[in-house]
């Protein structure tokens, strides 16, 4: 068991003691891991990506727990911070992405993962070619994040993989990404689902907390929690089922279903937008010709697609704004391609949809223009 600490006023709960004997102690590579919860997705990797990766130390990849590919679009020179951020892995691969007038900081509450993430920040620079950092690491805890130092308002966009269900109270932690991001910040997270809510008994394991699955939300809670911080409703981007081959794991998990889905919150002025048509400008790097956004919408450059009211709030008050030209409402959205409606689906639905279809790009949903039924 992990020595009880606390940091920055923060103190541990008996959740976070396990949890830090379980990444810190226990685990050593991730063939340790029991379900294939926090381990990400075999989907095709974006070539910009994949060099990306290529360039982040072994060792640093070897430690790495994830449940899916956080890697959101239009990086250059993005304040971006990652929740929960481990060996470093994706802090190094995004510090690539947003250059170096760019910035990354990783927080995480595993000393021993931290360490590990600070012994490779010189070998990176200098592999990267940058004159100084563009990446720090911070100790500290998810629910607390301004008490570890780092200032409101002053993210772009705030990233997470498969760590969001370690932590006990979930509600803190949008709160705290939602306090830490500027207006018009973007928090693009991976994580675990599951089918209903948790017995006790679930929540209780240590095994299954450990393996993401014990402090899985229900999906529909994430709805709510995100509209009483403050998030524009959640928009389901991808969603791949999750097995568990354990036998004595099966049995405590009963009718239990866990998913791994990525959702895109944003931090929105408040208010009502009406429907519009916009048109993608195209030039996005890994996306110059098609966008695919969520599971709903994917643009494909200079072509016209009208998009609800939220839709439309967020690629005029987001870093997308200068990406797309709006237009006023008019004409048929038929012959756009799209059908204008709620963004709200079930990644349980969306999860086998996906596994039918040919693979498409690891961080994106299924849906395009000429095939949106799948988002009925």
Known sequence: MAEEQSVKGFKD????????????????????????????????IPAFIRQALSKVHPEVTARYYGCGLVVPECLEGCRILDLGSGSGRDCYMLSQLVGEKGHVTGIDMTEDQLELAKTYLEHHMQEFGYKKPNV???????????????????????????????A??????LAEAYDVLKDGGEFYFS???SSARLTDEIKNHKVLWGECLGGALWWKDLLQLAEEVGFSPPRLVTAAIIT???????????????????????????????????????????????FQFDC?????????????????KILTKSRFAEDFTLQP????????????????????????????????????????????????
Not at 137 to 163: K, P, Q
Not at 168 to 173: E, G, L, N, R
Not at 299 to 305: I, T, W
């Open 13 to 44: 709960t008996t959740t976070h003691l396990d949890v830090k004997d379980y990444y810190g102690k226990r685990l050593k590579n991730s063939a340790d891991l029991q379900t294939n919860a926090c381990v990400t997705p075999a989907k095709p």
């Open 136 to 166: 720090n690491f911070v100790l500290g805890y998810i629910e607390a994040l301004t008490e570890a130092g780092l200032e409101r308002n002053s993210f772009d966009i705030i990233i997470s993989n498969c760590v969001v269900n370690l």
């Open 168 to 173: 006990p109270d979930k509600k803190k932690v």
């Open 191 to 193: 994580d675990v689902y």
């Open 244 to 290: 568990v081959d354990n036998k004595e794991l099966k049995e405590i998990l009963g009718d239990y279903k866990f998913i791994s889905a990525t959702y895109r919150l944003f931090k929105l002025p408040k208010g009502t937008t009406e429907p519009c048509q916009v048109m993608y400008n195209g030039g996005i790097t890994g996306v110059e010709s098609s």
């Open 296 to 312: 709903q919408y994917t643009f494909q450059a200079d072509k016209v697609v009208e998009v609800d009211g939220e839709m439309a």
């Open 329 to 376: 409402p008019g004409g048929s959205s038929e012959r756009c391609g799209v059908k204008v409606k709620a963004s709200i689906m079930d990644p349980f639905e969306l999860a086998p949809q996906l596994e039918k279809q040919q693979p498409g790009s690891a961080t994106g949903g299924c849906c395009s223009t000429q095939a949106a039924t799948c988002c009925k």
